[in-house]
């Protein structure tokens, strides 16, 4: 059976309260980490969950499922600002 990983992604402030959660927590201070870090996003990663300014910085893309950062990807979520 395959394991899935969920992951938060942004502020290491921000994510690092989902750690004790079982959620990976990616710290990404800026738009380019961000990015990056998204790009970077192993296969098994099933949920991302991001920081609003994670989130500004990827564009609405990210949340729309016909967009262009679909890729069969993982669920995306943004956390409350």
């Known amino acids: 059976m395959n394991r899935s990983v969920a992951v938060a992604l942004g502020e ?12 990976a927590a990616l710290s990404a201070e800026t ?3 961000v990015r990056a870090a998204w790009d970077a996003l192993p296969p098994d990663v099933s949920l991302v969950i991001l920081t ?15 967009g262009p950062l679909d890729r069969e990807g993982p669920l995306t979520a943004v956390m409350p600002g």
């Open 12 to 23: 290491r402030t921000r994510v690092a309260a989902l750690v004790p959660a079982g959620v």
């Open 31 to 33: 738009p380019h980490a």
């Open 52 to 66: 609003p300014a994670a989130a500004a910085a990827l564009g609405p893309a990210v949340l729309d499922p016909e």
